[in-house]
């Protein structure tokens, strides 16, 4: 079950522009032991809540705080040791090992002086073999195809050995069995290691199979925040997302949405039913 | 006056054997060394002119340069070519000079035309000269091309050795009309050349002759200073350097160990270089046997060389004779 | 794939190190031999002898080292700062501010030893601020894209002050300044080169502490961030100390090229990128390289002296050129 929150907002504002607001009032809570997906339209600002959360965009209002402290009086270092992010994209200058790459996500751990020493490097085996990517450890990162890359990145993460993961469209890239793996994986660590998941995704019927809670972002605002069930309903995604949508319920209560074909306004390409 | 045919000069080889050509033309007739002690007197086409004898002269860049009518209006695009000028008497006729024109002192009351090399060619030809003395560096082919389209008489005149600056002094003297001035002037320069060698000579020591100090540049030999030191009775260190002059490593210096090292510029320039890292390994350097030389005398020939090689040699005779202590 | 070992590699860069140092103490325009120069470096030799090793060689060697050590290291840290392979030392347009610098100490006409080398690094320094200042006008942070627009502009800048005055400066100062840019190690001996450290071991220490900052900075500003570099510091940091390594180098030395951009590449290669190996290795190859390349100017064209930056040059660019194609067949690998 979930235990203390780890990420919070409570009513944050962002601002871009003197009379834009990114943000508005948006009360966000993740616990340990929870994985929290943020879904929405494109532009309703849930990378800017990301943001907000960890502190890199500056609040026109409300707070941001991880693990009840104000985030602003963390250091970046502290940080990085508490929370793993992966973001949407990432392209290194210079190449590199994936091994290396992996190896990284210790930098927060070691400081700028300190040595590495065997604790570093088990976490790093263990990282790459939790997140399948073990067998790619000697090859250059820029040989990599899309969803190996994404899933290196996500050992990196792992090899921080955070207490919360923050993942922005962490299956973009990724086929059906990757999606899942990964996903599988997300559970597999919030449930048995007690992590603080928060997952933006575009992914709906994904989202919804493995977070306990969904915040639906619209507009900036936050439209729902609740079980998946109760917050994919028909008339409320349709109405954000600006198109027809359908719910269906599997099995074991999980809801699906698919959206409707658009009805047709000239001569219909193929005839259904 | 002015029938100057017959002495081949040191240009020897470039006595003409036709008429000239117009210089409102572009394209001069390019005489080839014909024979020589041929006197010809050739009637130029430039119209009602006198009939003197007026056979032109083939310059540095093989022109062929009109000597007649005789030059009133002079640009000197070259510190020699000034100090030339003036030492033929004919100082009143300069109209433009170089802003590096510093001899004699009555040269600064004439214009200012900027650089000699790359000149400014519309400053010139506002002064409406009727001949201008060019120095022959690449940079001023434009400036040539472009002064003889507008009809200007150019003369590319070359001082850069001795017996250039001879073979000028009387070409120039024949465009100014002022060719006994030149013989005259001559004969005072061998005169007091030969006194200024008369003298004890210094024991032919060996001499570095630096213009760098950072990166060190030697002198070589087909250079006028080399040329002088060799007249005041030393060795240049550096004769066998490809070219004028080139950059060379402190170690070769200390190699050919130079009895003494020659510094063209003020006196404080000379204590700079001895006090300059890497210098000091240079024996010479260490014991003091370090001379400076200023002056545009050291730099280019000129009627002050007999001055300046009588200076030189005092200076040479005066280091022997104190010995190396000095 | 790492061709050799950790410890291997740093026994075969102080192998090339020690290599070079012999080359340069050990050859010249006198004909004194590398024994002979040993010789004296134990205490004996005749007056000559001792006055070409101590006076002429060994300050060379050592100023070889720190400037092409520091130049390399300098070209490390800014091809991690503004993530481009292509960056060199003088990227922020400080070859053209020093270019500036030195040319008006000479035009003056200033005689002095030191008169060049302080303009030179001023003229640098003010060049570098200048580009700094464009950049954060331009909006926020120290973007890399708008640095490097921001060096090239002013760089450019600078040198057509450069080119206009000597354009109508005499010939002899011309090439005077032509010879000093042109790159050459026998300007300024022990003291330069005390001097340099001075500035140089500060400058290294403070890039060496952002070394792995530089590492996270590679993968990009926000995955850096997140990995728990302060990014806008090490900018900062890395930028100031950068630009003090180089500003230094060309005082001492004019402007030599081409071992600020190859070297760290050629350790990459051969080491791998993380910068806390990185940086020594270059500093260790770029100072070994430099001493050799200057053992090659004094005495290629002997008795005359070439500028140490056409060697370097003229090096550079084939290796420049196998080091492409290693990279290229790296990446189908």
């Known amino acids: ?273 | 006056m002015g029938r100057e045919g017959e002495r081949a000069g040191p240009e020897s080889g470039d006595l003409t054997v036709r008429s000239h050509t117009d210089p409102l033309s572009g394209g001069l007739v390019r005489l080839r060394p014909g024979g020589f002690g041929l006197c010809v007197v050739a009637l130029t086409a430039c119209g009602p002119q006198a009939t003197r004898t007026a056979a032109p002269f083939t310059d540095a860049w093989g022109r062929a340069v009109a000597t007649a009518p005789a030059a009133r209006r002079v640009v000197s695009l070259a510190p020699a070519t000034t100090e030339l000028v003036f030492a033929l008497g004919a100082g009143d006729r300069l109209v433009g000079r170089t802003t590096w024109c510093d001899w004699p002192a009555e040269a600064r009351a004439v214009a200012d035309m900027g650089n000699g090399i790359g000149p400014n060619v519309e400053a010139i030809a506002a002064t409406r000269p009727d001949l201008v003395l060019v120095y022959p560096s690449e940079g001023n082919r434009a400036a040539v091309a472009q002064l003889e389209q507008l009809g200007i008489r150019v003369a590319v005149v070359r001082q850069d050795a001795i017996a250039d600056w001879r073979g000028t002094a009387r070409a120039v003297a024949r465009l100014l009309d002022r060719a006994a001035a030149a013989e005259s002037l001559l004969a005072e320069f061998d005169r007091r050349l030969a006194a200024a060698r008369a003298g004890p000579a210094p024991d032919s020591p060996s001499v570095f002759i630096a213009v760098g100090s950072n990166p060190p540049i030697a002198i070589g030999a087909g250079s006028f200073v080399a040329e002088l030191v060799g007249l005041a009775g030393a060795r240049n260190a550096f004769a066998d350097l490809g070219g004028p002059s080139a950059v060379v490593s402190l170690e070769a210096v200390v190699a050919r160990n130079p009895d003494l090292v020659l510094v063209l510029g003020p006196g404080e320039l000379a204590a700079e270089i001895a006090r300059r890292p890497g210098w000091r390994a240079i024996p010479a350097v260490r014991e003091g046997r370090v001379l400076a030389v200023d002056g545009g005398e050291f730099n280019r020939p000129s009627p002050r060389l007999p001055d300046a090689v009588r200076a030189l040699v005092a200076r040479l005779t005066a280091r022997s004779a104190a010995g190396p202590a000095r | 794939m790492k061709t050799l070992s950790r410890g291997g590699f740093a026994a075969a860069l102080l192998g090339a190190l020690v290599g070079a140092a012999l080359l340069g103490l050990g050859v010249g325009g006198s004909g004194l031999d590398a024994g002979e120069a040993l010789a004296v470096l134990a205490g004996g030799g005749d007056a000559t002898a001792r006055a070409i090793v101590w006076e002429l060689r060994a300050p060379r060697v050592v100023l070889g080292f720190l400037v092409g050590g520091s130049l390399a290291v300098s070209g490390a840290a800014l091809q991690a700062l503004v993530r481009n392979p292509l960056a060199d030392p003088y990227l922020l347009g400080l070859s053209g501010g020093a270019s500036l610098g030195a040319v008006l100490a000479i035009v003056a006409g200033v005689a002095s030893l030191w008169a060049m080398p302080l303009a030179a690094f001023v003229g640098a320094l003010l060049t570098v601020l200048a580009v700094y200042r464009l950049a954060l006008a331009a909006g926020g942070g120290l973007d890399s894209r708008v640095l490097l627009l921001a060096g090239v502009v002013i760089g450019a800048f600078a040198g057509a002050i450069t080119s206009g005055i000597l354009s109508v400066t005499e010939s002899v100062r011309v090439r005077s300044a032509m010879l000093w840019l042109l790159g050459g190690l026998g300007g300024v001996g022990w003291t330069g080169a005390a001097v340099l450290a001075v500035y140089a071991i500060p400058a290294l220490a403070i890039v060496v502490r952002e070394a792995r900052a530089l590492d996270l900075l590679a993968l990009g500003e926000e995955p850096a961030q997140h990995l728990g570099a302060d990014v806008a510091r090490t900018k900062r940091r890395v930028y100031v100390a950068a630009s003090l390594l180089t500003a230094a180098a060309v005082a001492a030395a004019g402007i030599v090229g081409f071992v600020g951009l190859v070297v760290p590449h050629a350790v990459r290669l051969l080491r791998g990128p993380a910068h806390r190996g990185l940086l020594p290795a270059a500093f260790v190859l770029g100072g070994a390289l430099l001493i050799t390349a200057d053992a090659g100017a004094r005495t290629l064209f002997a008795p005359q002296e070439l500028p140490v930056g056409v060697i370097t040059a003229a090096v550079g660019v084939p290796l420049f050129a196998v080091l492409l194609r290693r990279l290229a067949t790296r990446r189908l690998a």
């Open chain 1, 1 to 273: 079950m979930s235990g203390a929150p780890v990420l919070e907002l409570t009513d944050a504002a962002v601002r871009y522009a003197p009379d834009a607001l990114r943000l508005d009032g948006a009360n966000l809570t993740v616990r340990a032991g929870e994985c929290v997906a943020i879904v929405g339209p494109n532009g309703a600002g849930k990378t800017t809540a990301l943001r907000a959360v960890l502190g890199l965009v500056p609040l026109a209002g409300g707070s941001a705080r991880v693990e009840g402290r104000a985030v602003a009086a963390w250091t970046r270092e502290e940080l990085a040791r508490g929370v793993a992010v992966v973001g949407q994209r990432e392209e290194p200058a210079f190449p590199i090992t994936v091994e290396d790459a992996v190896f990284m996500g210790r930098y927060p751990h070691l400081g700028p002086w300190r040595r590495p020493g065997a604790a570093d490097r088990a976490a790093v085996r263990r990282a790459l073999e939790r997140a399948d990517v073990a067998a790619l450890a000697a090859r250059w990162v820029e040989t990599l195809s899309g969803g190996e890359w994404q899933r290196v990145r996500l050992a990196r993460a792992l090899a921080q050995e955070p207490r919360a993961l923050v993942l922005d469209e962490p299956t973009a890239s990724l086929d059906v069995r990757h999606e899942m793996e990964l996903f599988e994986l997300v559970a597999d660590l919030v449930q048995r290691d007690g992590l603080a998941a928060l997952v933006v995704s575009h992914h709906l019927n994904v989202a919804a199979r493995f977070a306990h809670r969904l915040v639906l972002l619209a507009g900036g605002r936050i439209v729902a925040d609740d079980t998946p069930r109760r917050v994919l309903t028909d008339p409320r995604l349709s109405r954000v997302f600006d198109w027809p949508i359908a719910v269906q319920v599997l099995p074991d209560g999980t809801p699906q949405v698919y959206p409707e074909r658009r009805p047709a306004a000239g001569p219909a390409i193929k005839e259904s039913r």
